[in-house]
């Protein structure tokens, strides 16, 4: 697919609903060190036998394929994609991938003081990081026995390895974390990073999501009830814009700020598919066209056949065809069959 001149043309994907797909989020493995409480149950999923995972050189080959299509991003998950032996090879290999410009990785951070140097020396841009809470009695609570401090040093090695800009993953959830909001928020003023309030999406049953000891199920906020909450403490935010990764957050700034403060929206916000302009892939070698909706392709019986990769670009477009306009969660829509954890957010 390359030209005369080594340059890999660009031909955008393009879906039925006329949205540009250029990035991918690969779940690279569906294990974790942790087990928070809208993502995963307490006793863990039955993890996919290794050999049902796709090999580093597989997710390799699938991106050289799919770059070679149009894609220009790809996002590393998990579950936690730390614990994936290799990964430091994988992002090396991305990073080499002509037509790829951006490579980024969704991580609980834990492991970032052991990896953050690698990761940046192989090519890696910048991370997210999960972060729900500053307290850390609360942060074992939701994370079922995650240490606050442990995160806190991965995203000072983040920071020193050049991994920039630290972007911060919160979920909210009323009467677990709703009353940190304005706390964390603040952060933004002495901090550079770019904090994002989720909001949180329905993966995982009621019984399953409950806080130990309070029995408490988890409640929906949505992101204008966050914003109002920030505004009231601490006054009016600035409309403001990211300058990596492009992607789903509507950002704003306090006045001063080093940071900034964002907002994703996939349940109150009518128009969040409508600009929607990514795939995943499953660690056991599926692609989900969209997060919320349970339909995929399998791409990993096309690798494990042999297939070339004119039949693995057959398979990229059916996905991309398959794209739905939205996520229909209001019309009852659910995803039913794999947790976040399965996928990769
Ligand atoms: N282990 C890594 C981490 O925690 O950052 C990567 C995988 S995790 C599934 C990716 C993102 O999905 C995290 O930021 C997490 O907060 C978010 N997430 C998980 N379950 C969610 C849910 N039910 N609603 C909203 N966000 C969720
Ligand atoms: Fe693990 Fe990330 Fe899910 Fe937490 S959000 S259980 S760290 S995959």
Redesign the pocket.
Known sequence: MSTSNGLVPRTPLIDPFQRSIDYLRV?VTDR?N?R?V???PEQGIPSVPHQEILTLEEIARVIRVAAGMGLRRVRL??????VRKGVVNLVRWISQTPGIEDIS?????ILLPSYAHELAAAGLKRV???L?TLRPQRFRQITRHGDLSAVMAGIAAARDAGLSPTKL???VMREVNDDEIAEIARTTLEEDWQVRF???????DEQE?CIRDTSRA?GFIPSQEVKRQIEEALGSLEVAESTAGGGPAKYYRLPGARGLIGF?S?LSEGQFCATCNRMRLTADGKIRPCLLTDQEVNLKETLRRGGSDDDLRQRVLEALHSKPDAHHLGDGNRPRRR???Q???
């Not at 990785?105 to 951070?109: G, Q």
């Not at 989720?198 to 995982?204: A, D, G, Q, Y």
């Open positions: 779940s974790c942790l928070c809208y993502c995963m998950t998990g579950g936690e994609p730390l990785l969704t991580t609980n951070s997210n990081v999960s729900d993953n919160v979920v989720i909001e949180l999406m329905p993966f995982m999501t988890l994703i996939p947790k976040m954890a996928i990769g957010g």
